[in-house]
């Protein structure tokens, strides 16, 4: 009877701990969307109100409306250069993942090594040699650039999260597929790929959401105000040189949070489940 109640005062503790720590963690949050919900009086007002006097969609609607509607150009810029990363880090990521761990390369095992060590360089050293590459072929300013850019940092944990999640899978499996007839695309389409949803939704999500958040790149590589991404144009529409515009930049975020905050909720038990099967061996 005593270990039972010391394990309920224990859940207890957890549970008060735990609701602590997530309502630490949700308080900026909280404040973006009330901020979001604010007349620009509320937002300076002193001392700060958590709550809005009067609620109000102005910030959500006027962010859409300055600057001729740039914002929703800059929105599908953000779109554009998500899909078309996820989907090239993908294919490649998994053919090269794919060949590393079924296929008799030579020196596979070095070129993995090579792979890792390149996780562990900082991107930031890589910026004036990538610009200058791109300024020699005339790519800047354009959603190549960037592609190639974002691709090129994200590739290597890719391959390195869909090599081991192609380990997992039976040699066998692969080894029938051959004697059935099946080329080696076809075992690798029908039959390993659909294996390995987990790993595929793991680096989806990852690529999605470094591509979707990505501030620096977007703005050395694409500086024209028809190119800029949603931070880089959002940030240039609400920070001006006479002060900043909180609601209309607390609202901008709001409205950048959802796509991803989506794509996670219908990726969770993938996204999961590829880290755990995908990044231990």
Known sequence: MGKVVANLKEEK??????????????????????????????????????????????????????????????????????????????????????????????????????????????FHG???????????????????????????????????MLKNSFDSIPSSLREAAMIDGSSEFQNFFKVSLPLVWPGLATVAIFSAYTTWNDFLIALVFANSQNMRTLNVGLTNMAIGQYGTDWGLLSAGSIISFIPIILLFLFLQKYFISGLTSGAVK
């Not at 919900?37 to 809005?52: F, G, M, N, R, V």
């Not at 072929?137 to 994200?154: D, E, I, K, R, S």
Request: proline fraction near 6%; glycine fraction near 4%; avoid cysteine.
């Open 13 to 122: 503790v957890k549970f008060v701990l735990n609701i602590m720590a997530a309502s630490f963690f949700l308080l900026p949050f909280f404040w973006i969307v009330s901020t979001s919900l604010k007349k620009a009086s509320d937002i300076t007002s002193y001392p700060p109100k958590w709550i809005p006097t009067k609620f109000t969609f102005e910030n959500y609607s006027n962010i859409f409306q300055i600057e001729g509607g740039k914002f929703s150009l800059f929105i599908t810029n953000s779109i554009i250069l998500t899909i078309s990363t996820v989907l090239v880090v993908i294919l490649v990521g998994a053919l090269a993942g794919y060949g590393l761990s079924k296929l008799n390369i030579p020196l596979k095992n070095v070129i993995m090594t090579l792979i890792v060590i390149t996780l562990m360089i900082p």
């Open 126 to 160: 890589l910026l004036i040699p990538l610009f200058s590459i791109m300024n020699d072929l005339n790519l800047m300013n354009t959603h190549m650039a960037l592609v190639l850019v974002y691709v090129t940092f994200q590739l290597p944990f890719a391959v390195f």
